[in-house]
């Protein structure tokens, strides 16, 4: 079965700097999709990026960007310039290319400090 | 932009009663989907829905949990006699067949309270 570990229930973070939360991942296929999911104290779960494995290419959107290993099943996210807005819980989850159902890690919980 | 919406967001029942967890997603999207968060825990898959089946269900999603698409829109989650363990945020994703259904959209959640 597919298991997803963040190995840092908090982090913590100055604004306007960079931080990097860690993700890792157990699974035999080969094909998959990651994805990081933000939720804020409103509980919403929000998309912040997502990586399909068949590209070598680290996905990127504004702040926000990944170092995507598939070697070593890690798949990081990295926030810069850090903002108040950015402080919330990080899932980390994992799909199969054929399957429906998403895992999910136990979360990381950021904060930025002003 | 549209969005997946949940009602309520926040129920409260006694034990052994039923309760439906209502969903709207967005609209053309055609793959449907339920996870639980109990307090301080992972995000858990239960159930995925297609084409008017379930495609796929989750150990958690016993028979005492039922889904239903039942006017087009809506997308429903009956627990039939919900237990204190049950009590959790609910939420309800929806995926568009454009996307093959990998992006999952999640609504904002119900929270169930189940005394």
Request: net charge negative; glycine share 6%.
């Amino acid at each position: 079965a597919q298991t997803v570990t963040q190995s840092q229930p908090e982090m913590s973070v100055q604004e306007a700097e960079t931080v990097t939360l860690s993700c890792t991942y157990d699974t035999s296929e080969s094909d998959y999709y990651l994805f990081w999911y933000k939720q804020p104290p409103s509980r919403q779960m929000i998309l912040v990026i997502r990586q399909e494995a068949y590209k070598q290419q680290n996905a990127t959107e504004n702040r926000f960007s990944v170092n995507f290993q598939k070697a070593a099943k890690s798949f990081s996210l990295k926030i810069s310039d850090s903002q108040l807005g950015d402080a919330a819980m990080y899932f980390c989850a994992y799909r199969g290319y054929n399957n429906n159902d998403m895992r999910f890690g136990a979360g990381t919980r950021l904060t930025v400090k002003p | 932009e549209p969005e997946v919406t949940q009602t309520p967001s926040h129920q409260v029942t006694q034990m052994g009663q039923e309760v439906i967890l209502r969903c709207v997603p967005i609209s053309n999207h055609l793959y449907f989907y339920w996870y639980r968060q109990i307090l301080g825990q992972k995000v858990e898959f239960l159930v995925s829905f297609y084409n008017n089946e379930i495609s796929e269900k989750s150990e958690i999603f016993d028979d005492q949990f039922s889904v239903e698409r039942p006017d087009g829109s809506n997308f429903t989650l009956k627990i039939r006699s919900t237990k204190l363990e049950d009590s959790a945020m609910y939420f309800c994703a929806s995926g568009s067949l454009r996307a093959g259904g990998n992006e999952q959209f999640f609504g904002p959640g119900t929270r169930l309270t189940v005394l």
